[in-house]
Structure formats: structure tokens, C-alpha cells
């Protein structure tokens, strides 16, 4: 199958990781204008750029216009109609792909599940159609795709492939009324592993929906996909120290200088990271791994078998390379750590350290006060 596969930037933001994937080859899936100021600044073909997300601003399709990017995937006709009067506005042609809500249950976590009938995200799949045929009247609008993103972390085929069969049968449709669609975006979301999950890999993932492509006369269009923790997941590795030992109530903590701030998916997700010695040699303790943020849900490991670490060893958080320092924050007016990339035996500090004097960047205080 002729295919692209464009890098979710949302996962993992960093210029190097970019650089990185751009001179691979891939393509980049964005939801803002910061991910295509990025995304640029990286050296990505803007020709294989795909812009998505159900709220871009005036400002965001305009600049998506101006770099030429190869597609919109539109969400809804409000964001259609506003799309093709801004390109007559600038004379320019929007390329376009619908992005399909299939109404599929991807078998995820509730805030990660995108492709369910209730969500924000896509087009009904039975009103998709009627939208097509209007887009005719358009003058500064080309719709050569259709799209889908049913959810992230998934980890069993049958969502993906009662999804793909939804949206390939509006493909084979389309092309039935001579729409010229030559892109057909299947999304991203395919799962890692972070404790024991049994995820399918890539080749499994394309066996499993090869049959209804082909089936459907879609082999001649190009397949999209959106891969971003599956590529960054498991690479990165988030450092922390752990700064006192603590036992209250009958439990053990180890209280860690990082935190729900930096990051976040524990709290947010009762997510999992398994948690090691940098040391080798430490016994298992029960314990929770806590950061030192204000909060009660800042936690980065709890009810666990930790390493029985003392105050001052270093413990690293794996799997933390995607939706880590993308979603971390100044929360408690902490600076951010720093990011290093590791090559073989080479490394280098690709994000500074935030200091103090970050913090305040940008703030003023009035003159009345």
C-alpha cells in the first residue's frame, strides 16, 4: 500500500525529534498553530502536513493556507464554510480531508477517546455525504480525503478495524460520485507498552486492515497514518531525584523533585510508568512516589513495589518519551527540567533548564499599582 506515515507532533514537540523525524522522511499531523510554527522551523515538507483539531483559529487557517500544507482535516461544516471565505478571501485553494467521527469505541481511557459518538471530534459518519456534495458549491475548496482518529493507547485491532470499514466505505462512495480522493488518514492511536500490555505492532495493525482497503477499490488512494507515542514513547526516560523518605499512617513514600508538573499523566490518567534505579542494587519496598506539587493526586507511582531508594538517589520513569514534557507546566511556579538526547554514545542538552527568571517572562505589572 502506498502510504505516509505523519508523526503526531502533539506527542513529543521538540525541535531535535523533529529534525530527526523530518530527515526520515515522515510527514507531521498537527491541532495548532505552534505545532506548524514547529513543525517549519524543523524543516517538515509542508507538503506532507496534515492540520487537525476542531478549533482552528482564523490566525491557524490562514497560516496553513500560507505554507500550503496538504491538508485541512475539517471537523465541521461551520469550520468548512469559514475555511473556503477565508482562502477566496487570499485567493488561495484549501486542499481538504473530512475527518469522519465512525462512532466506534476504541476500548481506551474516557479522555482519550476521540472516535465514540459523543465526542467533539470528526463529522457523523451518515452526515458526511450531504457535507461532501456541498462542498461542490465551494469555489476555494478541494476535497481529495477522508479522515479518521478514533482515540490513542489502543491496544486491539477490532476498533481500528470496524473504524476503517466505516470510513472506507464513504471513500469507495465518494469516489463512486467522482470526488477525487486521493488520501485516506486512518488516524494514529496504536498502543505501547508501559506494564503489560500486549499492543499490536504496526504490520499487524496494516494486516488487519489491508483486506477492507483493498476490498473497497481504495488501494489506488494513498494511506495516511498518525503515529506520535508509539514512536516517542518508549524513548525517553524522565530523571528524578528523590529528595526525602517519609512514613505516615503506616506508609511509605518517596517524596521525588518531579511532579504532576512535569509529569503529568499519572494524575491525569492513573496512568502507569514503571519506575527504576539508576543505581542497580536497590530491593522492592511497597511505597508511593510523590512529587512536592500542593495537590494530593501528585503522584507519580502509587501502591507500588518501588526501589527501596535513599534520599538522594535518582529513579527514572520510563516510557515517559510521548505526552511527558508536551503536557507539563509551570504549576507551582517550577521551572521545567531540562531534555538531553541520547545517540549511541553521543548526547546533547536539546532543552535548556528553565530558571526562575522564566517564570516571569513576559509579565509586566501596571503602572497603577
Not at 476498533?159 to 480522493?181: C, G, H, M, N, T
Not at 488501494?219 to 530523571?239: H, P, Q
Request: net charge negative; glycine share 10%.
Amino acid at each position: 500500500l502506498d502510504h505516509m506515515v505523519c508523526y503526531a507532533v502533539k506527542a513529543n514537540s521538540n525541535l531535535s525529534v523533529l529534525r530527526a523525524l523530518a530527515s526520515f522522511g515522515a510527514g507531521a499531523d498537527i491541532v495548532s498553530g505552534g505545532e506548524l510554527y514547529r513543525a517549519m522551523k524543523a524543516g517538515f515538507d509542508p507538503k506532507k502536513v496534515v492540520f487537525a483539531g476542531v478549533g482552528k483559529t482564523e490566525d491557524e487557517l490562514m497560516a496553513g493556507l500560507g505554507e500550503r500544507i496538504l491538508l485541512f482535516n475539517v471537523e465541521s461544516a461551520s469550520e468548512l464554510e469559514h475555511l473556503e471565505r477565508f482562502a477566496a478571501r487570499h485567493g488561495k485553494t484549501a486542499r481538504v480531508s473530512l475527518r469522519i467521527n465512525p462512532d466506534v469505541d476504541p476500548d481506551t481511557h474516557a479522555h482519550v477517546s476521540t472516535g465514540h459518538g459523543a465526542s467533539k471530534f470528526g463529522i457523523p459518519v451518515d452526515e458526511a455525504l450531504a457535507l461532501a456534495e456541498r462542498v461542490v458549491e465551494y469555489r476555494c475548496i478541494d476535497l481529495i480525503g477522508v479522515h479518521q482518529h478514533i482515540g490513542s493507547q489502543i491496544t486491539k485491532l477490532a476498533p481500528y478495524v470496524e473504524s476503517v470499514e466505516k470510513s472506507a466505505q464513504l471513500v469507495d462512495e465518494l469516489k463512486r460520485r467522482s470526488f477525487d480522493i486521493k488520501y485516506f488518514n486512518i488516524g494514529g492511536g496504536l498502543g505501547i507498552r508501559y506494564k503489560d500490555e500486549e499492543a499490536p505492532s504496526p504490520r499487524e495493525l496494516v494486516d488487519a486492515v489491508r483486506p477492507t482497503l483493498e476490498a473497497l477499490g481504495t488501494s489506488g488512494t494513498k494511506i495516511l497514518c498518525e503515529m506520535g507515542r508509539y514512536i516517542a514513547g518508549n524513548a525517553g526516560v524522565l530523571l528524578t531525584r528523590v529528595v526525602y523518605r517519609k512514613r505516615s499512617s503506616g506508609k511509605n513514600f518517596l517524596v521525588a523533585d518531579a511532579g504532576m508538573n512535569d509529569l503529568l499523566r499519572p494524575s491525569l490518567y492513573d496512568a502507569y510508568h514503571e519506575v527504576r534505579p539508576v543505581q542497580e542494587g536497590a530491593a522492592a519496598a511497597p511505597a508511593d512516589l510523590v512529587g512536592p506539587v500542593c495537590e494530593s493526586g501528585d503522584y507519580l507511582a502509587r501502591d507500588r513495589d518501588l526501589p527501596d531508594a535513599a534520599e538522594g538517589d535518582l529513579l527514572a520513569l520510563m516510557s515517559a518519551g510521548a505526552y511527558g514534557f508536551s503536557m507539563a507546566s509551570n504549576y507551582n511556579s517550577r521551572p521545567r527540567p531540562a531534555e538531553v538526547l541520547v545517540k549511541g554514545d553521543r548526547w546533547a542538552v536539546v532543552r535548556e533548564r528553565e530558571h526562575l527568571a522564566d517564570l516571569v517572562k513576559g509579565e509586566h505589572v501596571p503602572a497603577f499599582l
